[in-house]
């Protein structure tokens, strides 16, 4: 069982930075692959970033691609989602979550249902 709590979120004006971070507890984090997704009102929940357990691996959804940067720090439980350049268009709640069945690579676009564990979300709003 894997506990996940995110921050971070905030109010921000288009072309700022900011950056998540999800905390995790439980023994077995550290196998998992961990991603972050996002929700924006009245549409699906979109996938961000992933990373696989040891870090060596990211992959990034066509949409942040080249702005934003996951990261992970085993010893302190910890990933990170850094996000450069904000557009008014990444506002949504940003969901981090981990997969306990990562196989070595995502062949496609990570899905959600490929994550077990998930966090309750922060906001994150970008004004133009």
């Not at 961990?34 to 990034?60: C, H, K, L």
């Not at 959804?61 to 940067?69: E, N």
């Not at 990444?90 to 981990?98: E, G, H, I």
């Amino acid at each position: 069982q894997v506990q996940l709590v995110e921050s971070g979120g905030g109010l921000v004006q288009a072309g700022d930075s900011l950056r998540l971070s999800c905390a995790a507890s439980g023994r077995t984090y550290r196998s998992y692959a961990m991603g972050w997704f996002r929700q924006a009102p009245q549409q699906d929940r979109e996938f961000v970033a992933a990373i696989s357990w040891n870090g060596d691996s990211t992959f990034y959804g066509d949409s942040v691609k080249g702005r934003f940067t996951i990261s992970r720090d085993n010893a302190k439980n910890m990933v990170y989602l850094q996000m450069n350049n904000l557009e008014p268009e990444d506002t949504a709640v940003y969901y981090c979550a981990a997969d306990p069945d990562y196989s070595g690579t995502y062949y496609f676009t990570p899905q959600r249902y490929e994550f077990d564990y998930w966090g309750k979300g922060t906001q994150v709003t970008v004004s133009s």
